[in-house]
């Protein structure tokens, strides 16, 4: 197993568009041919657009197109410069007057980051796409769905840190497996390779961590919306060759990449969504592309966090370690 680009898996062209005053963008994952997608909500408090199609029962045989925005729920507008965009370069159904792309998205709360009403619309979308198709160079951090990230925010938005979006790819042998996470989460981030607490909730002092899992516990008994605002959002794309509802369960394998990096993982509070897309360039087992799928989500959640600039008052990472 190696790392590689997350522009080097063929079939998927990636774009980001920002808006870094406002603290808030979008992030898109094209594929012109169209590929077989699954998604898995494990969150509480989930904000999707088109996920019902997704279901294996369900006709829906292709997805041109992915898109992961801040903004909240507002911030599902930015599909339709999506849309909009691919219509013009004739991706999607052929419907005979017209194409229609398939385009699912989830969005993440970053209304208390930079501006509350800056939010990714159609422009932004459309201009993510453009940002795809002229082969923008990926960045991790402040970028799309990641510009107003913030995480660990059970103590209150002043102890809370920076988050961010990040990626990364691993190939074995011809298998290749990536993942982009947009990470806005309520917990704390884990980076396991070190062995170590990356950001959290601070402590009051702000020089140290406190246990989010310990705080919520001690909160057993309060019913009231703590912590509201939380997500994380990631879309798997491989090479592999999956059916609907291989693709479905591959899903399901990127969230465990969630609860290895992030603890407490897919609370109530949380819309944790995870998209798998496949081009069907190889044939391979479920389990192979899973156990990739897993790490890779795991690992672009790290590179998230320790990717992300200090903006405001939610510290980075980088500048707290």
């Given at each position: 197993?190696?790392?590689?680009?997350?522009?080097?898996?063929?079939?998927?062209?990636?774009?980001?568009?920002?808006?870094?005053?406002?603290?808030?963008?979008?992030?898109?994952?094209?594929?012109?041919?169209?590929?077989?997608?699954?998604?898995?909500?494990?969150?509480?408090?989930?904000?999707?657009?088109?996920?019902?199609?997704?279901?294996p029962?369900?006709?829906?045989?292709h997805?041109?197109?992915?898109?992961?925005?801040?903004?909240?729920?507002?911030?599902l507008?930015?599909?339709?410069?999506?849309?909009?965009?691919?219509?013009?370069?004739?991706?999607?159904?052929?419907?005979?007057?017209?194409?229609?792309?398939?385009?699912?998205?989830?969005?993440?709360?970053?209304?208390?980051c930079?501006?509350?009403?800056?939010?990714?619309?159609?422009?932004?979308g459309?201009?993510?796409?453009?940002?795809?198709?002229?082969?923008?160079?990926?960045?991790?951090?402040?970028?799309?769905?990641?510009?107003g990230?913030?995480?660990?925010?059970?103590?209150?938005n002043?102890?809370?840190?920076k988050?961010?979006?990040?990626?990364?790819?691993?190939?074995h042998?011809?298998l290749?497996?990536?993942?982009?996470?947009?990470?806005?989460?309520?917990?704390?981030?884990y980076?396991?390779?070190?062995g170590?607490?990356?950001?959290?909730?601070?402590?009051?002092?702000?020089?140290?961590?406190?246990?989010?899992?310990?705080?919520?516990?001690?909160?057993?008994?309060?019913s009231?919306?703590?912590?509201?605002?939380?997500?994380?959002?990631?879309?798997?794309?491989?090479?592999?060759?999956?059916?609907?509802?291989?693709?479905?369960?591959?899903?399901?394998?990127?969230q465990?990449?969630?609860?290895?990096?992030?603890?407490?993982?897919?609370?109530?509070?949380?819309?944790?969504?995870?998209?798998?897309?496949?081009?069907?360039?190889?044939?391979?087992?479920?389990?192979?592309?899973?156990?990739?799928?897993?790490?890779?989500?795991?690992?672009?959640?790290?590179?998230?966090?320790?990717?992300?600039?200090?903006f405001?008052?939610?510290?980075?990472?980088?500048?707290?370690?």
């Open positions: 197993m190696e790392e590689m680009s997350i522009g080097g898996i063929e079939g998927f062209k990636i774009g980001q568009a920002q808006d870094h005053e406002a603290a808030t963008g979008c992030t898109v994952i094209i594929c012109e041919k169209g590929a077989v997608c699954g998604v898995d909500v494990r969150g509480g408090s989930p904000g999707t657009r088109d996920t019902d199609a997704l279901d029962i369900n006709n829906r045989e997805v041109h197109a992915v898109m992961l925005a801040g903004g909240s729920t507002f911030g507008d930015a599909a339709g410069g999506v849309m909009s965009f691919l219509e013009e370069k004739k991706i999607g159904r052929d419907v005979g007057v017209t194409v229609v792309p398939n385009v699912c998205a989830a969005i993440l709360f970053d209304l208390m930079g501006r509350h009403d800056v939010r990714p619309d159609a422009k932004m459309y201009a993510a796409c453009v940002s795809a198709f002229g082969g923008q160079n990926w960045e991790s951090g402040n970028f799309g769905a990641g510009t990230a913030f995480v660990g925010n059970i103590c209150g002043d102890r809370a840190m988050g961010g979006i990040g990626s990364c790819a691993l190939e042998g011809e290749r497996v990536g993942a982009v996470a947009a990470v806005n989460c309520v917990g704390d981030i980076d396991n390779m070190r170590m607490k990356i950001a959290g909730a601070r402590s009051e002092n702000g020089t140290g961590f406190v246990d989010s899992e310990s705080v919520m516990l001690d909160k057993f008994n309060e009231k919306d703590i912590f509201s605002g939380n997500t994380v959002l990631a879309c798997i794309i491989t090479n592999a060759r999956l059916s609907k509802a291989q693709a479905t369960k591959l899903a399901s394998h990127g465990n990449g969630i609860a290895r990096a992030i603890r407490p993982a897919h609370t109530i509070f949380d819309g944790d969504t995870v998209f798998a897309m496949c081009v069907g360039a190889l044939d391979a087992t479920l389990d192979a592309v899973g156990i990739l799928a897993a790490r890779a989500v795991e690992h672009a959640i790290v590179d998230a966090i320790m990717s992300a600039d200090t405001g008052k939610y510290v980075a990472a980088k500048d707290f370690l």
